[in-house]
């Protein structure tokens, strides 16, 4: 969220990602120093021996590097998919077909990198060195940040817009002060509202600024904007006081801000079933058969490569076969499915993959009771159709409620929209853990066993867990379906970027 701020009302996209680049890079360059240098970190020792902790510096070094990363990431996650939408002419027909696929060829790439971080650098590091594993990620991330800096000439740069939270803040208090005030629906004859010309302009750069026009939700905020006495105007129609009287490009964009929150809180609970697959799923994978022939054991973290794999090739496939054909059969241009169909869709996949994640977890249980092992002979294959689904529910839910933000806020938002997607992923994780704690306290008897706790699954229901996160599913269908559906309110790709570009001022790239 910081970094979201810090580029939208300061410093603009580019150099944010600019600097949290080098900021990460830094980071990750002293983790690798770390593991190269002896002197930077403890020595080794093979347990049940006495291990020396860390000296105080040493975990200094460790603090700042991760401290290092986490800013680098607040920095580069919220703006690296909104500086990658900027780069799109929409007001050109072949810009607009490009925009529209841009979100799903964004996940592919970032959803590819994973996949070589969980198997070939997890692989490095844990059968190899250390040393290499941290290398090839810091190599990596110079060469890409290399590549990023030679584009610089060819970029579209947008220039920050102020602090939006500001703004936000000026229209509520405008708003509850002239809450007395009433407003008649499609009634804006006899109403006056404060609607000022956008106008940015500067020697070098000009922003494609959308003008948003005043709509008829929220209306009671519209009267942050409603000019009910002529002394609120200044000789050169511009408001005295702020937090008093503010434009309907400010009171649209908090607007904005509201009407995702509940497409928002949809995502969050779709994202649930997708956490479980990263936490569960691996202990899952501990106790059971990971031998694959004679010599080689299949590592627990390498079980989420089938939900990667699943979306990449559900990316690839959509982009390059269905909708080609689609287009050819139905002789029309725009068959995508609409962003209600998708994150229906992947809500949907949530289920299904808590439906048979209960089931392959009650036959791992059973089988290792019944052969009174830690381990379940069960194969960990059993975990791939789960593992497929959790990535399926990525391509639909999680890719389309990205696209959902940021096409839906305003251009002086996308940062924000990004952040708030990355925030969404987070939250799930917290509400998952708030669920699981729910059910420790709740299923707990008087020798202290519950549903869930302990390193030993064969002692715990995790079952009757995935079968509660499905009814979270089945609750949460209901919810985006009668309800948070009705938040999107432009639910077509090629709808939505005319609309943005039909009320473009400029647009030009620096020479």
């Not at 580019?14 to 002293?30: A, D, E, N, Y």
């Not at 689609?326 to 029309?332: D, E, I, Y």
Request: glycine letters at 6%; one cysteine or more; aromatic letters at 12%.
């Amino acid at each position: 969220m910081p970094g979201a701020l810090l580029s939208d009302a300061y410093l603009g996209r580019f150099w944010t990602l600019l600097i949290g680049s080098v900021i990460s890079m830094l980071g990750m360059g002293i983790l690798t120093l770390g593991a190269g240098i002896s002197k930077l970190r403890p020595p080794p020792c093979t347990p049940p021996a006495d291990c020396i902790p860390p000296t105080s510096w040493q975990l200094a070094i460790l603090f700042i590097a991760l401290m290092m990363l986490a800013i680098g990431a607040g920095c580069i996650r919220p703006c690296n998919i909104a500086f990658g939408a900027d780069q799109f002419d929409i007001r050109t027909e072949k810009g607009r077909a490009s925009y529209s696929r841009f979100y799903n060829w964004w996940y592919f790439s970032f959803t590819l990198s994973l996949l070589v971080a969980l198997t070939l650098v997890v692989y490095v590091q844990t059968n190899i060195s250390w040393t290499i594993g941290f290398a090839i990620p810091t190599v990596c991330f110079a060469f890409s940040s290399s590549i990023f800096l030679i584009g610089c000439p060819t970029y579209i740069y947008k220039k920050p817009q102020g602090s939006i939270f500001i703004d936000m803040a000026r229209v509520v208090v405008a708003a509850f002060r002239k809450r007395k005030l009433t407003l008649e629906e499609n009634d804006e004859i006899h109403q006056n509202f404060y609607d000022p010309p956008s106008s940015i302009s500067d020697d070098r750069l000009e922003s494609m600024v959308p003008k948003l026009t005043r709509t008829n939700r929220l209306m009671f905020l519209d009267k942050a904007a409603l000019i009910n006495q002529p002394d609120e105007l200044n000789r050169v129609g511009l408001a005295k006081n702020n937090w008093r009287l503010c434009s309907v490009q400010q009171v649209e964009q908090l607007k904005c801000l509201i009407g995702i929150l509940p497409v928002w809180l949809a995502g969050i609970l779709s994202f649930v079933s997708m956490d479980q697959q990263n936490t569960f799923g691996i202990l899952q994978a501990l106790q059971m058969n990971r031998k694959l022939g004679s010599h080689f054991t299949i590592p627990p973290a390498w079980i989420g490569f089938a939900a990667m794999a699943a979306l990449t090739l559900w990316i690839l496939s959509y982009e390059r076969i269905f909708l080609p054909l689609a287009r050819v059969l139905l002789k029309k241009d725009d068959v995508r499915l609409s962003v209600k169909a998708r994150i229906k869709i992947g809500i949907v996949m949530s289920i299904l993959s808590m439906v048979i994640s209960a089931v392959v977890e009650s036959k791992r249980r059973d089988m290792a009771l019944k052969n009174h092992s830690y381990v379940s002979p069960l194969s960990v294959a059993y975990l791939a159709p789960q593992q497929i689904l959790s990535g399926l529910t990525e391509a639909f839910a999680a890719v389309t409620i990205m696209e959902f933000f940021t096409t839906q806020m305003p251009e002086s938002m996308r940062s924000l929209a990004g952040s708030i997607f990355f925030i969404s992923l987070s939250m799930a994780s917290y509400f998952a853990t708030a669920i699981v704690n729910i059910i420790y306290q709740v299923t707990r008897n008087s020798q202290g066993v519950a549903w869930l706790g302990g390193h030993n699954l064969n002692q715990n229901r995790l079952d009757y867990f995935y079968g509660i996160i499905a009814c979270v599913g089945v609750i949460n269908y209901i919810y985006f379906g009668f309800f948070a559906s009705k938040y999107v309110f432009i639910d077509n790709n090629t709808k939505t970027i005319e609309a943005t570009s039909s009320s473009v001022d400029a647009h030009t790239r620096v020479e």
